[in-house]
């Protein structure tokens, strides 16, 4: 039997006290460890992480925690080669894609330490100038930001249990916050490994950052007004912790990021053959492979000209041909596997619903696996459908109501600009939408047309080509969310992130006391 690993919670490593869930490797079907959360006492590992955890957190300044973060870092590179060794075998990653999750998430890490260190000395933040409250300035109103008095709740999917750690515990860290991450049972082991390695070296004070491996039943009851929630994964989840009783009758704040049919768009006007063209191709196939297309940001649906159907089909069906699907241990793979035996059916599920309405443009059952059994492996190779008539993706509800979480994505011709914006609408909301063209002013005015549905726009012309961070790449700096059926949560955006966990307050007195809070 293997190894069970242990949960962290209350400033000690303790085991579940069940058999535990196994993991495996969905590549060579392997058990790899078990995780078990059963007999916790979560209630008194909140409570220390909150007395404990948050009174020291809080007692330092923003550039202490951001050195602490720094600390955690240099901590988190020593190890990237046991991380590497972990995705391969779990996740089923290629390199460059578990590039993606473990160096991205130490990149968020280090970002949030420098952005840290620009705040000072500080123990609370000013929220713009003081207001007058009658007709002399004597007395004023100030506003302010200060930590929140409780928990951070991290429940997360298993597609990124590396970056989806570090890019909601940084924020949270340095705002002063202590952190209880609840990984997706698949992946876990990453995710309680970071924990482990950053909690040995300690350089974080006990009870800032806890992990519960296995179940998430209690995670929520245990939860006190002050706490927080932010929760990554299916519509259905974050439907039911909404309707919790920590947050319909506690007040627990609670960010979502659900379901997302991204978007991308060509633009009338750059042909096949054009700079912006081939931008769109190359894009489409990068983000259908890139970790075989688990990603919450990855393109699912492309819209074109219509008279540019057949040629995009062609051109990206082109570069999906030549993407090798296997074992990530074999360098002639470019494209892993999926996480697990449940995820490649669900994919197969999700696949053959959306044949209903669309073709098959590229057919990624003709994929032959490399170095892998098919009978065991959870492999499944690109498949690019479409709508060929513009008038059916009008009527196909299918594509722009369902997201497939793996390497699949729909072709979408549109008869002009205003009816492939109406077109994406029909997604309710999504997390990221790219355009491509090389015109400034259309792409500007497109841009603004799509902000109100997505939570970030990401703009590809010619002059940007090879400086573009990517269509799916969540970089710290922007904001990450989206509204409607992505959740209507956010998360980084810069200093912004640490708004969720801090508590505006209103102080008014006397112009001397305000001075003195500057």
Known sequence: MSELLKNYLGGRWI?????????????????????????LDLRAGFAFAREAGGGALRAMSYRERAAMLAAAVKVL????????????????????????????????LSTYAKLGESLGERHFLADGESARLGKEPLF????????????????????????GLWEKAAPALLSGVP????????????????????????VLPAGALSVVCGSSAGLMDALDPFDVVSFTGSADTAALIRSHAAVTQRSVRVNIEADSVNSALLLPGDVPGSEAFELLAKEVAREMTQKSGQK????????????????????????LAKTTVGNPRNEAVRMGALV?????????????????????????????????????????????LGTRDAAGSDTGDHIHDTEVFGPVATLVPYR?????LQLIGRGQGSLVASLYGSDPQALAEAAIELAPLHGRVHVVSPDVAALHTGHGNVMP??????????????????????????????????????????
């Open 15 to 39: 085991a579940g006290a069940g058999a535990g869930v196994a993991l495996f490797d969905p590549v060579l079907g392997d058990e790899l460890a078990r995780v078990d959360a059963t007999g």
């Open 77 to 108: 590179q020593g190890k990237r080669d046991d991380y590497y060794a972990i995705a391969t075998a779990n996740s089923g990653t290629v390199k460059n894609d578990s590039a993606v999750d473990i160096d991205g998430g130490i990149y968020t």
């Open 140 to 163: 004023q109103s100030r506003h302010v930001m200060v930590p929140t008095r409780g928990l951070a709740l991290f429940i997360n999917a298993f597609n990124f249990p590396s970056w």
């Open 179 to 202: 952190v209880v991450i609840k990984p997706a049972t698949a992946t876990a082991w990453l995710t309680q490994r970071m924990v482990h390695d950053v909690v040995e070296a300690g």
């Open 296 to 319: 919450c940001t990855a393109i699912r649906r492309i819209f074109v000209p219509e008279t540019l159907y057949a040629q995009a089909a062609e051109a990206i069906a082109g570069r």
């Open 340 to 384: 697990s035996r449940a995820q490649l059916n669900a994919v197969r599920e999700g696949l053959a619903h959306l044949q209903a309405q669309a073709e098959t443009l590229h057919d990624g059952s003709k994929h032959a696996l490399v170095d892998a059994d098919p009978a065991v492996a959870c492999c499944v190779g690109p498949t690019l």
């Open 416 to 420: 002009n600009r205003a009816h492939a």
């Open 477 to 518: 700096q922007s904001l990450h969310g989206g509204p409607g059926r992505a959740g209507g949560g956010e998360e980084l955006g810069g200093l912004r992130a640490l708004n969720f966990y801090h508590r505006r307050a209103a102080i008014q007195a006397s112009t001397a006391t305000l001075n003195h809070l500057a």
